[in-house]
T-cell receptor, first 113, second 113 residues
């Protein structure tokens, strides 16, 4: 069964550094998402991406965050200047079409020191 | 903003007992999805409910969507130790153009053998 793949599985970074989290969505899917989950808390929506542009973003997704789909397969989340509170599990998800389930990757655990 | 409330936060049951978790949305949902997350894992899609009053079953799991499409429940009959994990409901709200999911806080199920 096709899967969403995310790399790396764990990223440790100094505060203030830039990080790029990578995702390969399922190949025929059209809608792409980033979510985050702070340890022990619920999954929170960050941003959605469709037709090569951001379709919606949450309050969490401020100017330090950006997303790109540089080629036909990768979908990246960049955090420009990381803060301690960015430490969380970041999940990528993709969806084939409207009213279909979203499929999640295994996540990247981001630890900011 | 759109919110999904989920109760209880924790549930400890003896193996063989039943378990139910409930979700309630502040606004009408387009659909609701249920996910299971094991410790250290990612949300794994269980089921999607779309129609008002819909009931779906997966072996010992029964999922319901309310008539008003604002509430949902997951019921597990005769729990087993393999049911351990956190169960999240996630709603797609009507009018949410990007179809992002709003997650409940989850119910963490512990099963005592």
């Amino acid at each position: 069964e096709p899967e969403v793949t995310q790399t790396p599985s764990h990223q440790v970074t100094q505060m203030g550094q830039e990080v790029i989290l990578r995702c390969v969505p399922i190949s025929n899917h059209l809608y792409f998402y980033w979510y985050r989950q702070i340890l022990g808390q619920k999954v929170e929506f960050l941003v959605s991406f469709y037709n090569n542009e951001i379709s919606e973003k949450s309050e969490i997704f401020d100017d330090q965050f950006s997303v790109e789909r540089p080629d036909g397969s990768n979908f990246t989340l960049k955090i420009r200047s990381t803060k301690l509170e960015d430490s969380a599990m970041y999940f990528c998800a993709s969806m084939a079409e409207i009213n279909q389930p979203q499929h999640f990757g295994d996540g990247t655990r981001l630890s900011i020191l | 903003g759109q919110q999904v409330m989920q109760i209880p936060q924790y549930q400890h049951v003896q193996e063989g007992e039943d378990f139910t978790t409930y979700c309630n949305s502040s606004t009408t949902l387009s659909n609701i999805q249920w996910y299971k997350q094991r410790p250290g894992g990612h949300p794994v899609f269980l089921i999607q409910l779309v129609k008002s009053g819909e009931v779906k079953k997966q072996k010992r799991l029964t999922f319901q969507f309310g008539e008003a499409k604002k509430n949902s429940s997951l019921h597990i009959t005769a729990t087993q130790t393999t049911d351990v994990g956190t169960y999240f409901c996630a709603g797609q709200h009507s009018g949410a153009g990007s179809y992002q999911l709003t997650f409940g806080k989850g119910t963490k199920l512990s099963v005592i053998p």
